[in-house]
């Protein structure tokens, strides 16, 4: 009986030494991968320059900007709904703004094989439909969007030229109201250039965006 005894304790140590051992190692492993996942920029970092199509056919970068302060970089498409109701939006930053150094740069991420709207030469056609007054640059290979860390449609990065590099300086939304622009009582990105061009510093610098997903090839 005593040897059973023994046999027992033994036992349900070695149960307890196994199941620290296998939850020390679930709590560590996803660090492992957290550090290794790309997250995208964060305020401060700097951003990317790129070389896209526009829906006039020609190749963009921001490098041929060459008198502009900064940038207004939209991440955005022709089907989102969200996306819908800021276009009119976004036509009005870039006509306010791209006057003062800081013009809009549209980028679809979006796969047209998974999402056909959001194929180029529909782009092309809602560009015209629209009166876009700024590029609207399909990202083929969806290679920017990941590097930038934008997962909405619309998703806004704020740039700032700084020593010739392109500094993110505000990341999010472009207002607080997708529905009614009447209602809008928070001007995220209007706020955020207003304080750069004053060189002030940017109050908000990062908010949720709020649109559809990024539609991403399987």
Known sequence: MKNFKILMTAFIVGLGLLSFTTMNHDNTEPNKES???????????????????????????????????????????????Y???????????????KSQGYPVIAINPND???????????????????????PYLVDEGQKI??????????????LQKEGGKNIVKYIGAIDNNYENPNDVSEYYVQDAVNALIKNEPVKMTKTVAIGCTVKVKK
Not at 41 to 69: I, P, R
Not at 83 to 97: G, M, V
């Open 112 to 134: 047209p094989t998974v999402q056909p709207e959001d194929g180029y030469q529909l782009m092309i056609e809602r560009a015209k439909q629209k009166g876009f007054t700024f």
């Open 83 to 97: 996306a819908k109701k800021y276009e009119d939006r976004i036509i009005e930053l870039d006509k306010k703004y």
């Open 35 to 81: 550090k290794t996942s790309v997250k995208g920029y964060e305020v401060g970092d700097e951003a990317t320059d790129f070389k896209l199509k526009n829906v006039d056919g020609k190749m963009v970068s921001l490098a041929d900007f060459k008198s502009a302060k900064g940038f207004i970089i939209v991440f955005t498409c022709n089907h989102c709904p």
């Open 145 to 158: 969007f990941p590097q930038y860390g934008a997962t909405k449609t619309p998703h806004v990065f704020l």
